[in-house]
């Protein structure tokens, strides 16, 4: 690796990245909680959810893979808590019973089919499929959050993309590139992290052109909730 693990800067790139992801994983806990308050899902979708328990299962196998703790350690609570965020939006979701039931089958095939490979293949095979589609689902979600940038061209407020949001996701994506590519040397980590950090600068960008923490008179939108599922890597 270009970074001793054992060195300083090794240890603090294999301690502060799972802590940042820690970080981004609490962060839909605040929409959970208030749907849990207000007995109802405020119009929010299962995806960011039901996704955060789904990526992070198969980040897990992969760290398992890979024997590298740094990536196991997160990714072991993300799952659990995307498993309640998910569990709690069910108890308050009261819309057509279907769509649940189709997200819900969605991440079953995708789980019982990366489970497969898993069990069935050599360790090395399985490390490369297994790495490969967790990196492509990363670097679906790394970009998702850009939906936000357009609410916020479109409005000229920033109030549908909270500035806490796009700095946390900055800078977690920042730490695991650094990670990815110093110490673990590994594209499935740095390739879709390295997307993310673009995207967070961006929106970082865009919060320095439209300052602004509620929506101007007269528009009526409703933010969109940022949930990184691709996290942390």
């Known amino acids: 690796p270009l970074v001793d693990p054992a060195s300083g800067l090794g240890v603090a790139l294999a301690v502060l990245p799972p802590l940042s992801a820690l970080g981004c994983f609490v ?12 007995r109802s899902t405020l119009d929010l979708p299962l995806l960011p959810f039901l996704s955060m328990a789904t990526q992070c299962a198969v980040w897990i196998l992969y760290g398992y893979l890979q024997m590298n703790s740094t990536i196991i350690a ?19 979701y009261s819309g057509p019973p279907e769509e649940l039931r189709r997200a819900y089958a969605v991440a079953a095939v995708i789980l019982v089919g990366v489970g ?7 360790r090395a095979t399985a490390a490369t499929v297994i790495g490969t589609f967790a990196a ?23 109030a549908a ?7 946390i996701l900055f800078v977690n994506g920042t730490l695991w590139t650094a990670f990815g590519f110093l110490v673990a040397e590994d594209p499935a980590i740095y390739v879709p992290n390295a ?10 960008a865009v919060h320095a052109m439209f300052w602004s923490s509620s929506a101007p008179p007269g528009l009526d939108f409703k933010p969109i909730p940022q949930h990184d599922p691709m996290l942390p890597v």
């Open 136 to 158: 492509g689902g990363s670097v679906l979600f790394a970009t998702s959050p850009l939906a936000a940038v357009a609410t916020v061209l479109r409005t000229r407020s920033t």
């Open 195 to 204: 997307l993310g950090v673009i995207a967070g600068a961006l929106q970082l």
């Open 116 to 122: 497969s490979v898993f069990c069935l293949c050599a």
């Open 74 to 92: 997160p990714n072991v609570l993300g799952f659990a808590l995307g498993a309640v965020y998910s569990l709690v939006y069910n108890a308050n």
């Open 27 to 38: 962060l839909p806990g605040i929409s959970a909680l208030r749907m849990h308050r207000m």
């Open 161 to 167: 993309m909270p500035l806490h949001t796009s700095l």
